[in-house]
């Protein structure tokens, strides 16, 4: 059944993302077409149990899918989609037809209106998952005023809302799943961002293997060899780190191995992007080859939903709050709790 849905979407994304397409979009094309190949493939309900027309898929089950996502690195909200859907469903809420992307921090809000700054995905996304003061509401996209962030192919925007909307769906705090936002969206980005780094490094082991210098590979000199050794070192324990955020039996993340996941992906992600351009040289930073593609998404989702620096200080706050833990007791008992 794994390989099933993974081969699935694997192929999916090859014939519908590829690098035109996402330049396209990047640029300001529409995402429509795109869009409509993912809703009709059925995949964005597949968290959504079989009673909501869903496939009853485990958050364990899917990663292979949101790995797909980072390394084809899909410029709409494939993964959000997916995790808000399943979410809104445990609330007693149908989500609307549309992509969702969340919004858990840097948002604000002020006597008249509502402000959401640099919300990921904000350029191609229908609607915005995100908390107010009554709990959490949704977004429409539509009825806000959207400026693009100043970042070359940036898919975030900042958007204001001036009042609520009429079709707003709000969600009451007594109906909320026990996943707040911070982690859903925590959750979301660590398997892109495993996905991002694993692409990276396939094209600079191509490159490395490809290039020749001085009568021979550069993939053969040391220097070089010491380098994709790190790199691989952080794209692998990224992945296994994803994989603690993705973990459970069923669609819903725990907050700590998301805490865990999201800041160790985030950490690697940087590493992962310096090292791919130092190999590559000059010809990684061009417009027209597609590493950029990958290596700017990889410092995006960084940034998005909590660096590491803020989810490493959530997960020691949580460790000073047992006082009864060592740190390494802390970890075998509360990880271990996780992946059961």
């Known amino acids: 059944m794994d390989n099933l849905f993974t081969d699935s979407v694997d192929r999916l994304f090859a014939q519908a993302v590829t690098p035109q397409v996402i330049r396209a979009i990047e640029a300001g094309g529409s995402r429509d077409a795109l869009w409509q190949e993912l809703e009709e493939s059925g995949f964005l309900d597949a968290l959504l149990p079989e009673a909501s027309d869903g496939a009853g898929l485990s958050l364990t089950d899917a990663f292979p899918l949101f790995l797909l996502a980072g390394q084809y690195a899909v410029p709409v909200p ?89 079709d707003a769906v709000t969600i009451a705090p007594a109906a909320l799943p026990d996943i707040d936002l911070a982690g859903l969206a925590a959750a979301s980005y660590a398997p892109l961002l495993a996905g991002a780094a694993n692409r990276v490094l396939e094209l600079t082991l191509d490159y490395a293997n490809q290039r020749v210098q001085f009568g021979k590979n550069i993939g053969r000199f040391q220097a070089v060899q010491s380098q994709i050794s790190v790199m691989a070192e952080r794209t692998w324990a990224a992945r296994m780190a994803a994989a603690l955020a993705c973990q459970g039996n069923g669609w819903a993340p725990g907050h700590l191995g998301a805490a865990v996941g999201k800041c160790r992906c985030s950490e690697a992600a940087v590493h992962v992007a310096d090292i791919g351009h130092a190999v590559h040289g000059a010809i990684g930073i061009t417009e027209e ?28 706050a949580r460790l000073l ?17 996780v992946q059961a």
């Open 78 to 166: 494939f993964v959000q989609t997916m995790l808000a859907r399943a979410w809104l469903n445990a609330a007693g809420v149908k989500a609307p037809a549309g992509a969702i992307t969340i919004a858990a921090f840097g948002v604000r809000k002020d006597a008249q209106s509502l402000n959401a700054d640099a919300v990921p995905f904000g350029r191609v996304a229908d609607w915005v998952l995100t908390h107010n003061q009554d709990g959490c509401v949704l977004l429409p996209v539509a009825a806000a005023q959207s400026v693009s962030v100043a970042s070359h192919g940036s898919l975030n925007a900042n958007l204001r809302w001036n009042q609520l909307p009429a």
């Open 289 to 316: 080859y597609d590493l950029q593609l990958y290596t700017r998404r990889l410092r995006e989702w960084r940034m998005a939903a909590g660096t590491e620096t803020y989810w490493a200080g959530q997960i020691g």
């Open 321 to 337: 709050q047992q006082s009864g833990h060592t740190a390494l007791s802390f970890i075998c008992a509360e990880l271990s709790a």
